[in-house]
Antibody
Framework: QVQLQESGPGLVKPSETLSLTCTVS????????WSWLRQPPGKGPEWIAY???????NYNPSLKSRGTISMDTSNNQFSLKLTSVTAADTAVYHC?????????WGQGILVTVSS | QSALTQPASVSGSPGQSITLSCTGT?????????VSWYQQHPGKAPKLMIY???NRPSGVSNRFSGSKSAYTASLTISGLQAEDEADYYC??????????FGTGTKVTVL
């Protein structure tokens, strides 16, 4: 079955860049769209971005152009970079398959923005 | 774009049916049949329960059903069970070409 696993630092300093990677197993990267979502502590999910199987991307405008999603099909991975982070970016970050509805999710990684 | 509006909490007794609402606008829920619902237990990732308003993914119990009328989508849980106690979130595509989630509903099984 499709499995996703997030990896990256759990602590990022304010104004720096958050970088996360999602490793996909059980599916070809060409089979799905791939998304990043996040969930601040105690709040609901927020969609961040998706990348499709042709490399096309779409972002939540609330990010104000701080985000970049990319894909490495040779390693079955896709990634998220979020620049100029603030405390408001503290959240559990999930990678997931799909765009519009997300069927397979990673367990999530807590990223705290703090000095 | 504002979050979709969901009641903060809904409760029911085992065996009962409950309905969760998700209210949006003409720019999201009312514009497309692209509403999905997620169940989330504490400390776990959300689980897809319904997509495209009324479709159930493989493996999801047929006790869960979805519908939509105008700007409000609904998730009905029939034959409520203890394991259904969780947070539920709706999501919709928007005319601004991104996705928005609801505020979430905590379901309590009495």
């Amino acid at each position: 079955q499709v499995q996703l696993q997030e990896s990256g630092p759990g602590l990022v300093k304010p104004s720096e860049t958050l970088s996360l990677t999602c490793t996909v197993s059980g599916a070809s990267m060409s089979s799905y769209y791939w998304s990043w979502l996040r969930q601040p502590p105690g709040k609901g999910p927020e969609w961040i971005a998706y990348i499709n199987n042709n490399g096309g991307t779409n972002y939540n405008p609330s990010l104000k152009s701080r985000g970049t999603i990319s894909m490495d099909t040779s390693n079955n991975q896709f990634s998220l970079k979020l620049t100029s982070v603030t405390a408001a970016d503290t959240a559990v970050y999930h990678c997931a398959s799909g765009a519009g509805w997300w069927e397979h999710w990673g367990q999530g990684i807590l990223v705290t923005v703090s000095s | 774009q504002s979050a979709l509006t969901q009641p903060a909490s809904v409760s029911g007794s085992p065996g009962q049916s409950i309905t969760l609402s998700c209210t949006g606008t003409s720019g999201d829920v009312g514009a497309y049949d692209y509403v999905s619902w997620y169940q989330q237990h504490p400390g776990k990732a959300p689980k897809l329960m319904i997509y495209d308003v009324a479709n159930r993914p493989s493996g999801v119990s047929n006790r869960f059903s979805g519908s939509k009328s105008a700007y409000t989508a609904s998730l009905t849980i029939s034959g409520l069970q203890a394991e259904d106690e969780a947070d539920y979130y709706c999501s919709s595509y928007t005319t601004s070409k991104f996705y928005v989630f609801g505020t979430g509903t905590k379901v309590t099984v009495l």
